[in-house]
T-cell receptor
Framework: RKEVEQDPGPFNVPEGATVAFNCTYS??????FFWYRQDCRKEPKLLMS???SGNEDGRFTAQLNRASQYISLLIRDSKLSDSATYLC??????????FGTGTRLQVFP | DVKVTQSSRYLVKRTGEKVFLECVQD?????MFWYRQDPGLGLRLIYF???????EKGDIPEGYSVSREKKERFSLILESASTNQTSMYLC??????????????FGNGTRLTVT
């Protein structure tokens, strides 16, 4: 089983900024990916699913680059409430998900 | 909305005690999972189950066992708790193997401290 790698951060950005995180994966056969958001001392919550080239939901955009084997998460117009750790997850099949260790985002006023 | 409920938010146990962590989901999901999460190590899979009475070892099963007697309930058992099992334990469920791309839904976690 191969790893999912993320920059741990922290990324410190002002409100209103655009910020992007990347996540690399090793298994070229993986078909689906997820971004989860985890607040301090809370459980991870699903933010977005990525099945093909990408997905967009409001201020959040996820992109999948199969050639380079990475997925990215773009957050536009950052809010204070976006401060959290963002977990990248690879589905290698058979319902076993591989989690990255997370990227911490801190949005300041 | 999927609800995954873990019976305790915080537990403090002594070394050598047998510990039971309970998890219940209300969405008729086939798959259930137990993870532990430690700083710098991310989420690590302990055990998972695709169906009642079946279980599969994850990446770090040593020192743990599980029980799934009913579809909605998945229990994690620490046979003899040790201090290196102090961690955040997260239960999760997903729809089933017929939906290979379905995400996990997590319970709110149990923070276990073994002294």
């Amino acid at each position: 089983r191969k790893e999912v790698e993320q920059d741990p951060g922290p990324f410190n950005v002002p409100e209103g900024a655009t910020v992007a995180f990347n996540c690399t994966y090793s298994n070229s056969a993986s078909q689906s990916f997820f971004w989860y958001r985890q607040d301090c001392r809370k459980e991870p919550k699903l933010l977005m699913s990525v099945y093909s080239s990408g997905n967009e939901d409001g201020r959040f955009t996820a992109q999948l680059n199969r050639a380079s084997q990475y997925i990215s998460l773009l957050i536009r117009d950052s809010k204070l409430s976006d401060s959290a750790t963002y977990l990248c997850v690879e589905n290698q099949g058979t319902d076993k998900l591989i989690f990255g260790t997370g990227t911490r985002l801190q949005v300041f006023p | 909305d999927v609800k995954v409920t873990q019976s305790s938010r915080y537990l403090v146990k002594r070394t050598g005690e047998k510990v039971f962590l309970e998890c219940v989901q209300d969405m008729d999901h086939e798959n259930m999972f137990w993870y532990r999460q430690d700083p710098g190590l991310g989420l690590r899979l302990i055990y998972f189950s695709y169906d009642v009475k079946m279980k599969e070892k994850g990446d770090i099963p040593e020192g743990y066992s599980v029980s799934r007697e009913k579809k909605e309930r998945f229990s994690l058992i620490l046979e003899s708790a040790s201090t290196n099992q102090t961690s955040m334990y997260l239960c999760a469920s997903s729809i089933g193997t017929g939906w290979p791309n379905s995400p996990l839904h997590f319970g709110n976690g149990t923070r276990l401290t073994v002294t």
